[in-house]
């Protein structure tokens, strides 16, 4: 399984990012995705997930300002982020499971494939 994660950038406080991330080597179906964050000295972070049926989880820090998304016919699932803060500033990665129609997790330990990253900077 590939996953290629696009989109990030610098951008103002304030402002909105899209960030996307396409599968290959397997279905996409069937599978949920999570994407998570590591800010520089901190640990890589829970940021959102969406689960094989559609159904959205989020963390607390971006309830409200991020949206998760997926469109099955392109194997890709988004990360619409706005009102961006500079605490939101990371390396934003894109992660799917292991398991066909299996739980959707919310902590890294979940994740068997992970995509290389896309940064993700906002300034004050």
């Known amino acids: 399984v590939q996953l290629q994660a696009s989109g990030g950038g610098l951008v103002q406080a304030g402002g909105s990012l899209r960030l996307s991330c396409a599968a290959s080597?397997?279905?996409?179906?069937?599978?949920?995705m999570g994407w998570f964050r590591q800010a520089p000295g901190k640990e890589r972070e829970f940021v959102s997930a969406?689960?094989?049926?559609?159904?959205?989880y989020y963390a607390d820090s971006v309830k409200g300002r991020f949206t998760i998304s997926r469109e099955n016919a392109k194997n890709t699932v988004y990360l619409q982020m706005n009102s961006l803060k500079p605490e939101d500033t990371a390396v934003y990665y894109c992660a799917a499971p292991l398991k066909l129609y299996g739980s959707t997790w919310l902590g890294v330990s979940g994740y068997a494939y992970w995509g290389q990253g896309t940064l993700v900077t906002v300034s004050s």
């Open positions: 969406i689960s094989w049926a559609g159904t959205t």
């Open positions: 080597g397997r279905t996409f179906v069937g599978y949920g």
